[in-house]
């Protein structure tokens, strides 16, 4: 198992425009989290899914954003009309459970660039 | 609301020399805290836990306190060396949702170790 796969690594789009992103969690992981870091910050809790349940969603998650995850394998975040404030280093994280034996493992990102 | 607050942004240790990183936190509902270690390009990585039940947890060269009065924990890492420069993340979990299904958190201490 190579761990949390994220793609793309780099985006970088145009105002107005949608954009998706894959996660693919370590395979026997059952939970599936999104955070959003923004320079100089720690990363923010966006949503979570148990299996293909999305269980939690922050309130930084708007509108625009929705995420899925469907058979409770890969999760995809999908951002409708991006903004310049959607640019941030989007991560991926996935667990059997938190507390005890380690918390998450994080997968490198997706940076996303809005102009 | 910053729940999770790191206050020093960055530090500087010599090699071989003790770091101590702070972090405190808000919310009485905490119940478990992770330090994360991050390096540029890469997503955070597990480094300890603590639970609320104890006040010590040590593995290898790192050990965490934590000061459940003071709602203060601290990491030390002993000897210091130079791979371990590095921005470190506080983070808690439990809160009012009381699943423990998300982490918030701390803004992060640049560490860097000098020869």
């Known amino acids: 198992d190579t761990g949390v796969s994220q793609d793309p690594r780099h985006k970088i789009t145009k105002r107005g425009q949608n954009v998706t992103f894959r996660c693919d969690p370590i395979?026997?992981?059952?939970?599936l989290y999104w955070y959003r870091q923004t320079l100089g910050q720690g990363p923010e809790f966006l949503t979570y899914?148990?299996?293909?349940?999305?269980?939690?969603k922050s309130r930084l998650l708007s509108d625009r954003f929705s995420a899925e995850r469907p058979k409770g394998s890969f999760s995809t975040l999908e951002i409708q009309r991006t903004e310049q404030g959607d640019s941030a280093m989007y991560l991926c994280a996935s667990s059997l459970k938190l507390g005890g034996i380690g918390g998450y493992t994080f997968g490198s990102g997706t940076r996303l660039t809005v102009v | 609301d910053q729940q999770v607050k790191q206050n020093s942004p960055s530090l500087s240790v010599q090699e071989g020399r003790i770091s101590i990183l702070n972090c405190d936190y808000t919310?009485?509902?905490?119940?478990?805290f992770l330090w994360y270690k991050k390096y540029p390009a890469e997503g955070p990585t597990f480094l300890i836990s603590?639970?609320?039940?104890?006040d010590k947890n040590e593995d290898g060269r790192f050990t965490v306190f934590l000061n459940k009065s003071a709602k203060h924990l601290s990491l030390h890492i002993v000897p210091s060396q130079p791979g371990d420069s590095a921005v470190y993340f506080c983070a808690a979990s439990g809160g009012r949702t009381g699943t423990a299904s998300k982490l918030t958190f701390g803004t992060g201490t640049r560490l860097q170790v000098t020869l």
């Open positions: 603590i639970s609320s039940i104890k």
């Open positions: 899914f148990q299996n293909e349940a999305q269980l939690e």
């Open positions: 919310n009485s509902m905490f119940d478990y």
């Open positions: 395979s026997e992981h059952n939970r």
